[in-house]
């Protein structure tokens, strides 16, 4: 069983416009977007802290660049007017924001990430909360990524390396889960407090 704290932010990597490109490649797990808005909307419900991170690219060729369409929030996830926002321009959203700062100045200790994409901004964001000594959850279902080459030519479908990269996470970095069972942990916790 999932122990929530009634402060446990919910952290929504890179849910921008420009993931829904070509561009990418062949993506796994097209209800992600759905799971993330489940999970949104319990987190606002319960007054949950909501933080927001949106990848800055600074390659001339991407469609997250701050000069894009792409780089804006989905619609489905904008943040409201209250919801803390952090900006990057590389894979963790510690590095070069004030996310430790803003989680520890507001006494946040638990973490529970979601987004895009798995093997890169998602797992790098929680390898570092985890050895930053926060507790980190990864919602695997609200999570996903795109078919990978390897170094050798080899092809990796999206589903192999989301599957790889949360196997590499749970248990080490995070206790990796679902959407359903961070829902029920939500709303056990919330009719506890």
Sequence with gaps: MIDLPASAALILI?????FDLPYWGVRNNLKAETNMVSLLH?????????IHVRHMSTELESPLRPD?????????????NLEHIEEKTVN?????????????SNSIETVVLVGLTTDHCVSTTTRMAANLGFDT???????????????????????EVHACALASL????????????MLEASRLSSSVT
Aim: charge should be negative.
């Design 170 to 181: 749970h248990q080490e970095f995070a206790n990796v889960v679902t959407t359903d069972a």
């Design 137 to 159: 959850y990864v919602v695997a279902d609200a999570t996903a990524t795109f078919n990978r080459v390897g170094y050798d030519g080899a092809q990796f479908s999206a589903e």
């Design 42 to 50: 319990a987190w606002r419900a319960a007054s949950r802290p909501v």
């Design 14 to 18: 890179d849910v921008q416009k420009g």
């Design 92 to 104: 963790s959203a510690f590095v070069g924001t004030s996310l430790e700062h803003y989680l520890r």
């Design 68 to 80: 894009q369409l792409g780089n804006e929030f989905k619609d489905e996830v904008r943040p409201l």
